[in-house]
């Protein structure tokens, strides 16, 4: 099992920067490739962004891709997503979401491929 903690979300002016942790506590997150999904209001999950399990590769949504950075820190066991340049429509509750020790490789894009998540995190982007 693992758990997962999602932190850093906020209100922001378009434009504006900010950073989301997410924490892992009982397994290592090198044993998961993990991700990053959002919902809107009225709309459903979309995937935003993933990490494969060896920590090299990377996957970002087209809408996000220049502007959103996902990284994942070993000793600190924690998954993070810099966003730059926020813009009104990435106004969301953010998830961050973890595979099971089982599967390998990765990056990952469907949110049925993965089987833990946080609870999530608010993020409003201002005009």
């Known amino acids: 099992q693992v758990q997962l903690v999602e932190s850093g979300g906020g209100l922001v002016q378009a434009g504006g920067s900010l950073r989301l942790s997410c924490a892992a506590s009982?397994?290592?997150?090198?044993?998961?490739?993990t991700g990053w999904f959002r919902q809107a209001p009225g709309k459903e999950r979309e995937f935003v962004a993933a990490?494969?399990?060896?920590?090299?590769?990377?996957a970002y949504a087209d809408s996000v891709k220049g502007r959103l950075t996902i990284s994942r820190d070993r000793a600190k066991n924690t998954m993070y997503l810099q966003m730059n340049n926020l813009k009104p429509e990435d106004t969301a509750v953010y998830y961050c979401?973890?595979?099971?020790?089982?599967?390998?490789?990765?990056?990952?894009?469907?949110?049925?491929?993965?089987?833990?998540w946080g609870q999530g995190t608010q993020v409003t982007v201002s005009s």
């Open positions: 979401a973890a595979t099971s020790s089982s599967v390998f490789g990765g990056p990952y894009t469907l949110s049925h491929e993965y089987d833990y």
């Open positions: 990490i494969s399990r060896s920590g090299i590769n990377t």
């Open positions: 009982g397994r290592a997150f090198s044993t998961s490739a």
